[in-house]
């Protein structure tokens, strides 16, 4: 289980580095909107994900159940769950990708028109809101499928699972709460995953499950840096 959790953190960390990387790039020459190269890699990189997401799902179900059968990765309702989840979080990849896409290219006459609001809306409202909940939902029930059923970690690997952990779903909860304007959505769901995890073990025992030191370090405190951001300090935050 915990080679599984370690490729779902590389897969996450290559896709944000990828996207960071290439945010600030020019819109290419032509009548493409995205660079052979991004097109490709945007497609790849969440791919990868997905696939890691569906093998952790798999072995969770597995060691949980003591056989992988039929009903438990298909007909279950925790396999419903997290199907669902996954195709959304696909489908609102595809549409952010492409309302981004569309917004960057368009001419600088539009920019301030009802039809770029409409882009804009599909790019960060939708397209957001659906990849946000879907990583949530396949999160919630690899943590709740998964959660002490994993040899435990220590030393050296358990620290680079609690990184991992604060590298992405910290960084994903907080860039969805304030680049997405999902701050209440984003807000509820590291509650949601931490609730989960703080259910099966105690706080002192719960980064040493590899699940629950994949999923608890970041959401936790993504969610205590949106509180503080949003509500004690006050206003709508954006992003640097």
């Given at each position: 289980m915990a080679r599984?959790?370690?490729?779902?953190?590389?897969?996450?960390v290559a896709w944000e580095l990828f996207q960071g990387l290439r945010a600030g790039a020019a819109v290419p020459a032509?009548?493409?909107?995205?660079?052979?190269?991004?097109l490709v890699f945007l497609v790849l990189l969440p791919a990868l994900t997905a696939f890691?997401?569906?093998?952790?799902?798999?072995?969770v179900t597995q060691s949980a159940r003591g056989s992988l059968n039929v009903y438990s990765v298909i007909s279950s309702p925790y396999a419903w769950t997290f199907w669902v989840g996954l195709g959304m979080g696909m489908i609102g990849h595809g549409?952010?990708?492409?309302?981004h896409a569309v917004q960057r290219a368009m001419p600088e006459i539009f920019a301030q028109g009802e039809f770029a609001a409409k882009i804009a809306f599909l790019d960060v409202r939708v397209g957001y809101l659906l990849l946000g909940l879907g990583f949530f939902l396949a999160s919630l029930v690899i943590t709740l499928v998964g959660q002490g059923a994993g040899q435990r970690i220590s030393g050296l690997e358990r620290l680079l699972f609690v990184l991992g952990s604060l590298a992405t779903y910290g960084f994903v909860i907080v860039y969805i709460g304030v680049g997405g304007q999902q701050i209440i959505p984003a807000i509820a769901a590291s509650v949601a995953l931490s609730a989960a995890s703080f259910w099966t073990f105690p706080p002192s025992e719960v980064t040493r499950?590899?699940?629950g030191a994949l999923v608890v370090p970041g959401s936790f405190l993504a969610g205590l840096v949106l509180i503080v951001w949003t509500v004690i300090v006050g206003g709508q935050p954006t992003w640097p």
């Open positions: 599984s959790v370690f490729w779902l953190l590389i897969s996450l032509g009548s493409w909107a995205l660079s052979l190269f991004d890691s997401f569906t093998r952790l799902f798999l072995v549409i952010h990708v492409a309302g499950d590899p699940v």
